[in-house]
C-alpha cells in the first residue's frame, strides 16, 4: 500500500499531470460582445433589416438606462438608426419616446415633494 501512495503523489506531483488526455482546443471560442461594445459604422447599420434596427434601439434604451453607455454616445447612435428606420417603423419609435417620456414627467411629479403654504 506503500508503494501506491507514493507513486500517486509522484504523480499529482508530475508536472503536466493536469493537461494529459484532454485535447487542446485549436480554434478559440467565439467571444460575445454586447452590442453596445461594437463600433456601429453606417456600413453595418445598412446591413439590419428593420426588425433588427428596431431590436437594437430597445437595446440601446436599456444601456442607456442602466449606464452603460452615455446619453451623448447613446443620442448620436440612435439618430443613425433611427434615419435608417422606415415611416411606419419610426412613427412606432416616435410613439414610443412620447410614451416614455410621459411616463417620466409623471414619476418625476409623483417623487417631487409638494411645498404647502
Given at each position: 500500500?506503500?508503494?501506491?501512495?507514493?507513486?500517486?503523489?509522484?504523480?499529482?506531483?508530475a508536472?503536466?499531470?493536469?493537461?494529459?488526455?484532454?485535447?487542446?482546443?485549436?480554434?478559440?471560442?467565439?467571444?460575445?460582445?454586447?452590442?453596445?461594445?461594437?463600433?456601429?459604422t453606417?456600413?453595418?447599420?445598412?446591413?439590419?433589416?428593420?426588425?433588427?434596427?428596431?431590436?437594437?434601439?430597445a437595446?440601446?434604451?436599456h444601456?442607456?438606462?442602466?449606464?452603460?453607455?452615455?446619453?451623448?454616445a447613446?443620442?448620436?447612435?440612435?439618430r443613425?438608426i433611427v434615419?435608417r428606420?422606415?415611416?411606419?417603423?419610426?412613427?412606432?419609435?416616435?410613439?414610443?419616446?412620447l410614451?416614455?417620456?410621459?411616463?417620466?414627467?409623471?414619476?418625476?411629479?409623483?417623487?417631487?415633494?409638494?411645498?404647502?403654504?
Amino acid at each position: 500500500m506503500g508503494d501506491t501512495a507514493s507513486t500517486r503523489r509522484s504523480f499529482l506531483a508530475a508536472p503536466g499531470h493536469l493537461t494529459q488526455g484532454r485535447p487542446v482546443p485549436t480554434h478559440p471560442k467565439p467571444v460575445f460582445h454586447a452590442p453596445m461594445l461594437l463600433h456601429w459604422t453606417e456600413d453595418k447599420l445598412q446591413l439590419l433589416d428593420q426588425d433588427q434596427l428596431l431590436n437594437l434601439l430597445a437595446n440601446l434604451d436599456h444601456q442607456r438606462a442602466i449606464g452603460r453607455i452615455s446619453n451623448e454616445a447613446g443620442a448620436v447612435l440612435e439618430r443613425d438608426i433611427v434615419a435608417r428606420l422606415d415611416r411606419r417603423n419610426g412613427a412606432s419609435r416616435r410613439k414610443q419616446m412620447l410614451a416614455a417620456a410621459s411616463a417620466q414627467a409623471a414619476e418625476a411629479a409623483a417623487t417631487a415633494p409638494t411645498t404647502a403654504g
